[in-house]
């Protein structure tokens, strides 16, 4: 199996690339549209701000590229973020792969989120195998809830953990820093078949 981790200058992906490498799986870090584009399975992650991140995918053609892509897709954190209509950071133009805009949390509660926190209300075969468990997560901003919403996370307010449409999926947390249950995630995704 082919596995691309998207290497455009914008995220966490040497400890992306370890976590598979625990689970057995060699990891080709890439921003070569081809290489991606022939992969099995594509990580897109992120950390940092968003229109930043949008420049540099603009910049390599990668922002056409992945929403065009057919195998499965995981967006990490950022990388999710970017895969929705919109975010309030940076007043940036997503991919529109999930039709949600990306908002900042209200200031009710100390941003950013950033530690341990409680997914719940698991669906899709991402979440094969687990119950409503606990994950690791910095950001700022947020998804609200949505039909394609698999999982959730109460900060303040309840918002998307997770999402999915189609052979996209998106964590706003950080499977790779999140111990054996964000491995058997990460497990889920190299053996997920279509839904």
Not at 86 to 94: D, M, V
Not at 142 to 169: H, M, Q, V, W
């Amino acid at each position: 199996m082919k596995l691309v981790i998207i290497d455009y200058g914008a995220g966490n992906i040497q400890s992306i690339k370890f976590a598979f490498k625990r689970l057995g799986v060699e990891a080709e870090l890439s921003s070569e549209i081809e290489t991606i584009r022939n992969a099995d399975k594509v990580i897109f992650p992120g950390v940092g701000e968003a229109s930043t991140a949008m420049n540099k995918l603009k910049g390599s053609g990668l922002n056409i590229l992945i929403p065009e892509l057919k195998q499965p897709v995981l967006g990490i954190c950022l990388g999710m973020q970017l895969m929705c209509n919109s975010s309030e950071e940076g007043n940036t133009k997503g991919l529109g792969i999930f039709n949600v805009d990306v908002v900042k949390f209200d200031g009710t509660k100390k941003v950013p989120q950033i530690g341990w926190n409680k997914v719940e209300g698991l669906k899709s075969q991402l979440f094969s195998g687990l119950e409503n468990g606990f994950i690791y997560q910095v950001h700022s901003f947020y998804a609200p809830r949505i039909k394609e919403t698999i999982a959730t996370c109460n900060y303040g307010i309840t918002y998307s953990a997770a999402l999915k449409k189609d052979n996209f999926y998106g964590t706003q947390f950080h499977p790779e820093k999140s111990g054996e249950y964000g491995a058997k995630i990460l497990e889920n995704f190299i053996s997920l078949k279509n839904e």
